[in-house]
């Protein structure tokens, strides 16, 4: 069965950095779209960033562009998410996650998540 597992979360200052980890199993991966959306208690998912299964195509959410940063190893089957100048609004759990697209518009929207991810690592940025 396909397997997600997220690492790497922690604590943070404002205007500090996190790497997040994921590792994949259960499915052929360079075949796979991957990407991270995070979620805090009482509100809605939110996609963070995708990126295609050779990396050619990548996408953010604007909340997070300039900022963050995907990328895929494919073989490894890992999937990495770089976070730079972390604001508090960043605070959320963070979830690897199989995506069904990843256009420019498709970021924007909650079906673009897929049908697996993981447990999630959580982040939490200081005021």
């Known amino acids: 069965q396909v397997q997600v597992a997220e690492s790497g979360g922690g604590f943070v200052q404002t205007g500090g950095s996190l790497s997040l980890s994921c590792s994949v199993s259960g499915l052929i991966f360079e075949d796979t779209i991957m990407g991270w959306f995070r979620q805090v208690p009482g509100k809605e998912r939110e996609p963070v960033s995708c990126?295609?299964?050779?990396?050619?195509?990548?996408n953010y959410a604007d909340s997070v562009k300039g900022r963050f940063t995907i990328a895929r190893d494919n073989a490894k089957n890992t999937l990495s998410l770089q976070m730079n100048s972390l604001k508090p609004e960043d605070k959320a759990m963070y979830h690897c996650?199989?995506?069904?697209?990843?256009?420019?518009?498709?970021?924007?929207?909650?079906?673009?998540?897929?049908?697996?991810w993981g447990q999630g690592t959580q982040v939490t940025v200081s005021s």
């Open positions: 990126i295609d299964g050779y990396g050619r195509g990548i």
């Open positions: 996650a199989v995506f069904r697209s990843c256009g420019h518009e498709a970021i924007k929207s909650l079906t673009t998540i897929g049908s697996y």
